[in-house]
C-alpha cells in the first residue's frame, strides 16, 4: 500500500513536469487544452454542407452527419480522410490533428464542397 501510493505520487508529479511539454498525454494537462481538443459537426442537407467552412483548432474531431434524403460521401482531395456512403442520418468522423486546410467534397456530388480550416492548438494557459 505505501509503495502503491509513492507510485501515485510519482505519477502525479510526473504528470505536472509533463504538462507543460506534452499537455495533450497527461491528465494534468487535459484540462487546459479541454477548449482545444474539442468536437464539431458540419450538417448535411439539402445537398449543402453547413458550415461550408468551418475552423477547428488541432485535434478536434469533426463530425459530418448526413440529414439529407440522399446519400452522401465526404472525401478530401489528398485522401486525408474519406468516409463510406453516408445514408440518412449515419456520420463520418475524423480527428484534425494538423493544422492546414482541408478542402472536400461529397465524391458523389463532386459540386458539394467545404472546407476545414485547422488552426494550431491554443496554447495551454500557464498553471
Ligand atoms: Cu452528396
Given at each position: 500500500m505505501l509503495r502503491q501510493k509513492t507510485y501515485l505520487l510519482g505519477t502525479v508529479g510526473m504528470a505536472a513536469l509533463l504538462a507543460a511539454a506534452l499537455p495533450r498525454l497527461t491528465a494534468a494537462g487535459e484540462t487546459a487544452v479541454k477548449a482545444a481538443a474539442s468536437t464539431a459537426t458540419v450538417q448535411i442537407d439539402n445537398f449543402v454542407f453547413t458550415p461550408a467552412t468551418l475552423t477547428v483548432a488541432a485535434g478536434t474531431t469533426v463530425t459530418w452527419k448526413n440529414e439529407d434524403d440522399s446519400p452522401h460521401r465526404i472525401g478530401d482531395k489528398d485522401g486525408t480522410f474519406k468516409s463510406a456512403a453516408?445514408?440518412?442520418?449515419d456520420t463520418f468522423s475524423h480527428t484534425f490533428a494538423t493544422p492546414g486546410v482541408f478542402p472536400y467534397i461529397?465524391?458523389?456530388?463532386?459540386?458539394?464542397v467545404g472546407k476545414i480550416v485547422v488552426k494550431p492548438a491554443a496554447k495551454t494557459p500557464s498553471n
Amino acid at each position: 500500500m505505501l509503495r502503491q501510493k509513492t507510485y501515485l505520487l510519482g505519477t502525479v508529479g510526473m504528470a505536472a513536469l509533463l504538462a507543460a511539454a506534452l499537455p495533450r498525454l497527461t491528465a494534468a494537462g487535459e484540462t487546459a487544452v479541454k477548449a482545444a481538443a474539442s468536437t464539431a459537426t458540419v450538417q448535411i442537407d439539402n445537398f449543402v454542407f453547413t458550415p461550408a467552412t468551418l475552423t477547428v483548432a488541432a485535434g478536434t474531431t469533426v463530425t459530418w452527419k448526413n440529414e439529407d434524403d440522399s446519400p452522401h460521401r465526404i472525401g478530401d482531395k489528398d485522401g486525408t480522410f474519406k468516409s463510406a456512403a453516408l445514408d440518412t442520418d449515419d456520420t463520418f468522423s475524423h480527428t484534425f490533428a494538423t493544422p492546414g486546410v482541408f478542402p472536400y467534397i461529397c465524391t458523389i456530388h463532386p459540386y458539394m464542397v467545404g472546407k476545414i480550416v485547422v488552426k494550431p492548438a491554443a496554447k495551454t494557459p500557464s498553471n
